[in-house]
């Protein structure tokens, strides 16, 4: 049918059906299809098709040498006798051919590998498949085994080559053979296939026949599906590798530049610098004035250069020398090809829009990128059929900051299939210096975006993601000559943001805890802020049982600590007694941002050792530490922490709410009385003593739970 398609095309376009999508498709498909069958042909006659023919393991000479000897020997079993003494030394050579293909792996030209052979071996298959399989055939007149053994080479060469080559192969033989030998008469073969040899033969060669059919046919369609996903995931490792090996490089290279990664806490130290750098200059010591601000623009600088880390965390970099102008077409082509050669039913309807052919680009990338949104977006969910709609139109990106405007090209891919909805593209995009947004995908089907938006981010493009209930569309937009806007590999990769889990009541209570802190303690509002930041920025999008963010707790215990003491350190202890035990922020983080008083608390309420090897302590080893702390800044902050979590056990399981409870009275609230004067808990101590009641019930349970520490 593919041939008619010209025909019912230029039939359409004459008489003026209105919508010719359907026959602008199948026209399209048609091309598509006699272009790659033009390009099947161009391919049979380059080095890498030779080369893909030519076995890479030592044990498939081995096994192939196998084969030819034993179908040498099996079909002398059925050649006729009279041939035999004629053609000894044509069957002796094959013998020698057969062993040395075995036994091939053993020489030097197995290891050196030379070009030669990659033309030598199809040649080689030629002669044995076809020549002398033909040749043995005719030596048995055609009975049913030599027929069955001809099948079995014939099928048996598709593991090497396509079917097409193998039946011009076939041609070519039996052509060859017309000038060779003797003659069989051709029209007599029914009649031999039938009267020949007695009936088990018949059988045997059938079975043998259907065997190779099976067995081989089997083989080469896996063998094929193998291939092409191999293709396809080549393309998919190029991206990989190529992320992988720039991550560590920029691991290696920020590593060199900036020990410390945290650029505020550099900006921190360079602003208390400035003080005795204007000392020194109002007493005249200009000499040391000076090296102390050589001091502080080096720290400037390398909290720039952290920053810019920062801002960089997982985002792709293309390398400079891989940007050449590439067909557009070609690419299309290529993915499309990719696509079908997975067995994948796409279909692919293209509107092409400008007049622009080329775009400069990594060609390796753009066909990832059309590869991977194709096949995706044909197999969604939002896909009637395997149809996609790819329409590229000229726009122009516009980046603000820079004033600066570049032509680029949209590609619009979609399962619309509303014609009205086809050609919706934008004008203009914009584009902002501080960066896109990381996508993080919800299901690893949408991983596909993820890749996509790094891909356009690194070239300098605008990427969006429509999906509604009815269709999905990817909108990525590229500049046409974007070397000025495109990201290149200079330093890592990165650029990764973590879901911050926050609500309106937890704004709230941050609000509400600042304002108490600054007029309650000496604490600035600029270091309580901070502090918060650090602790949500930590704890991430953990929650607690009840729902709200995990941050949500430490301010909790700050609240409750700043009732008893306004001692700065342990309110920020009470902040920051989490980040150790629940989040990779390590104890000398803490003490080099807080200082080390509230990194000794913090490692006093911590459940891990932290010293050296980092283990998690078990209750007793927890219960001992802390029974044997004579810090009463530790007491406060335990105690505040177990009231809390007291006061909100609720939302916990009743098996969790009387396990709590019970190590509560036998030891948290013993061990506070100890310090209760002190302290000035008692009301902590006695709310904590009441929730526990109405949850352990009767007061028997309870002093069986209870231990006093004298």
């Known amino acids: 049918m593919s041939v008619f398609y010209p025909i019912i095309y230029l039939y359409h376009h004459r008489v003026g059906v209105g919508d010719r999508s359907a026959i602008v498709l199948q026209w399209q498909e048609c091309k598509r299809w006699w272009k790659r069958q033009w390009n099947n042909i161009q391919m049979v006659f380059t080095t890498e098709y030779f080369a893909s023919c030519f076995p890479n393991k030592a044990s498939s000479f081995m096994l192939w040498g196998g084969y030819f000897m034993g179908s040498a020997l099996l079909s002398l079993c059925f050649i006729e006798k009279g041939y035999f003494e004629h053609y000894f030394y044509w069957y002796i050579a094959l013998i020698e051919i057969s062993i040395i293909i075995f036994a091939y792996p053993s020489s030097t030209l197995y290891f050196s590998k030379p070009r030669i052979m990659y033309f030598i071996w199809p040649v080689l298959l030629f002669m044995l498949f076809f020549v002398t399989g033909i040749q043995l055939a005719k030596m048995g007149h055609f009975r049913p085994m030599a027929c069955a053994l001809l099948i079995c080479h014939f099928m048996a ?319 990525y937009v590229l500049p046409v000559a974007g070397k000025s806007v495109m990201q290149f590999t200079n330093h890592d990769p990165a650029d990764m943001s973590n879901k911050i889990a926050e609500t309106r009541e937890s704004l709230a209570q941050e609000r509400e805890l600042v304002a108490i802190l600054t007029t309650s303690t000496r604490l600035k509002a600029e270091v309580v802020k901070n502090a918060i930041a650090f602790i949500k920025n930590a704890h991430g999008s953990t929650k607690r049982k009840s729902g709200e963010p995990y941050y949500t707790h430490p301010m909790a215990v700050a609240k409750i600590l700043v009732a008893a003491t306004q001692d700065p350190d342990i309110i920020l202890a009470g902040l920051l007694h989490d980040v150790v035990e629940d989040t990779s922020v390590t104890l000398e983080q803490i003490q080099l941002m807080y200082g080390d008083q509230v990194a000794y608390i913090v490692d006093m309420v911590t459940h891990y050792n932290t010293l050296g090897y980092r283990w998690k302590l078990n209750n007793n080893e927890i219960k001992e530490l802390l029974f044997q702390c004579k810090d009463i800044r530790v007491s406060y902050i335990k105690l505040a922490d177990r009231l809390h979590n007291i006061r909100t056990l609720s939302f916990r399981t009743p098996e969790d709410q009387k396990r709590i409870a019970r190590e509560t009275t036998s030891f948290y609230i013993p061990w506070g009385y100890k310090n209760a004067t002190i302290l000035r808990i008692d009301g902590w101590l006695s709310e904590m003593q009441q929730i526990c009641e109405e949850i352990l019930g009767t007061e028997k349970e309870k002093k069986n739970y209870t231990m006093h520490y004298e």
């Open 157 to 475: 060469s598709t593991c090497f080559f396509a079917r097409k080559i193998s039946i011009i192969m076939l041609a070519a033989a039996v052509a060859l053979h017309t000038y060779i030998s003797f003659d069989i008469p051709w029209d007599n073969i029914h009649w031999i296939l039938l009267t020949e040899g007695p009936t088990w033969e018949l059988m045997a060669a059938s079975l043998l026949a259907g065997i190779a059919i099976a067995g081989f046919g089997t083989y080469k369609y896996l063998n094929d599906r193998a291939s092409a996903r191999a293709k396809v995931m080549k393309v998919a490792d190029t991206y990989e590798r190529r992320l992988s090996l720039q991550a560590i490089h920029n691991q290696i290279n920020w590593y060199r530049l900036a020990p410390i990664q945290h650029s505020a806490m550099l900006r921190d130290i360079n602003e208390t610098l400035k003080k005795p750098y204007n000392y020194l200059i109002e007493q005249h010591q200009h000499k040391m004035g000076e090296e102390l601000a050589g001091v502080m623009k080096k720290i400037r600088k390398t909290g720039s250069l952290l920053l810019q880390r920062d801002k960089e965390e997982r985002s792709l970099r293309i390398n400079e020398k891989a940007i050449q102008s590439v067909d557009i077409a070609s690419i299309i082509s290529k993915a499309h090809n990719n696509i079908h050669d997975l067995g994948e039913p796409l279909q692919l309807l293209v509107y092409y829009q400008s007049k622009v052919k080329t775009i400069e680009t990594d060609p390796e990338l753009l066909e990832r990128l059309l590869t991977i949104n194709l096949l995706a977006i044909s197999k969604s969910e939002h896909a009637v059929d395997p149809l996609v709609n790819l329409v590229i139109r000229s726009t122009n990106l516009h980046y603000n900051d820079a004033n600066h405007r570049l032509p680029a090209l949209a590609f619009r891919m979609s399962t619309n299939i509303d014609p009205e909805g086809i050609y919706v593209v934008s004008g203009e995009y914009l584009l902002l210096d501080e960066g896109t947004p990381i996508f993080l995908p919800r299901t690893e089907t949408e991983l596909y975006q993820s890749e996509s938006k790094q891909i356009v981010q690194a070239h300098g493009g605008y990427s969006e993601i429509i999906e509604n209930e009815d269709s999905l569309t990817c909108l």
